[in-house]
């Protein structure tokens, strides 16, 4: 069930972000820090990582200026692979 919980969250921030494309663009290091936080989340073999890499992609959306469209499509596929590794230890 926390498994489900954190990946919603995370569509959530998602959609929060792809909502307020309109408006501009994000750098491209934010994306970059995501699909490295993908990767370490994917590495992950225990609860305490994939808790610990979650706060980092949750602390790193935060952040992030609004994606462009092409952005978008990047970001809906690094979530979803993280959001599917991360579960596996939540």
Known sequence: M????????AMKKLMMLAALSLVGACGGGDLD?????????CACKDKA?????????DDTLNKMKEPSA???KK????????????????
Do not use: R
């Not at 489900?4 to 969250?9: I, P, R, S």
């Not at 970001?75 to 939540?90: I, Q, T, W, Y």
């Open 2 to 9: 926390a498994s489900c919980l954190l990946y919603v969250g």
């Open 33 to 41: 820090s995501l699909t490295k936080l993908k990767d370490e989340a």
């Open 49 to 57: 990582c994939a808790e610990a890499v979650n706060k980092k992609m």
């Open 70 to 72: 092409d952005q978008i």
């Open 75 to 90: 970001l809906e596929s690094v979530m979803e692979e993280a959001g599917k590794c991360l579960a596996k230890h939540m």
